[in-house]
Nanobody
Framework: VQLQASGGGLVQPGDSLTLSCTASGFTLQYYTIGWFRQAPGKEREAVSCIASTGGNSDGGTTYAPSVKGRFTISRDIAKNMVYLQMSSLKPEDAAIYYC???????????????WGQGTQVTVSS
């Protein structure tokens, strides 16, 4: 079971960037997928999560207040991928971004069982 976040890079304030989370060994559709970020010297914080689809789960989304209205999390079930579309990026969005998989919607790192390697997002003019 492996997760991999990708798509990071260097952008200017106000730019957009889309991160991707891919998986091998399991189907993302059946897990809540969370995006977290960690900046140097700071704790890992939740950015967004999307609930699993199917059964009693509706695939609902949750966002941290700091990114609500600017970031959008989504799934491509056919491609077994989850995306984080980020717009109007600010310098304070710069961090290593991680995707994680867990059983239930949660904005806490402890709620996730599987973590991928992160991807660096740098926002600088």
């Amino acid at each position: 079971v492996q997760l991999q976040a990708s798509g990071g890079g260097l952008v200017q304030p106000g730019d957009s960037l889309t991160l991707s989370c891919t998986a091998s060994g399991f189907t993302l559709q059946y897990y809540t997928i969370g995006w977290f970020r960690q900046a140097p010297g700071k704790e890992r914080e939740a950015v967004s999560c999307i609930a699993s689809t199917g059964g009693n789960s509706d695939g609902g989304t949750t966002y941290a207040p700091s990114v609500k209205g600017r970031f959008t999390i989504s799934r491509d079930i056919a491609k077994n991928m989850v995306y984080l579309q980020m717009s109007s990026l600010k310098p304070e969005d710069a961090a290593i971004y991680y995707c994680a998989a867990g059983p239930w919607p949660s904005m806490e790192p402890d709620g996730y069982d599987y973590w991928g390697q992160g991807t660096q997002v740098t926002v600088s003019s």
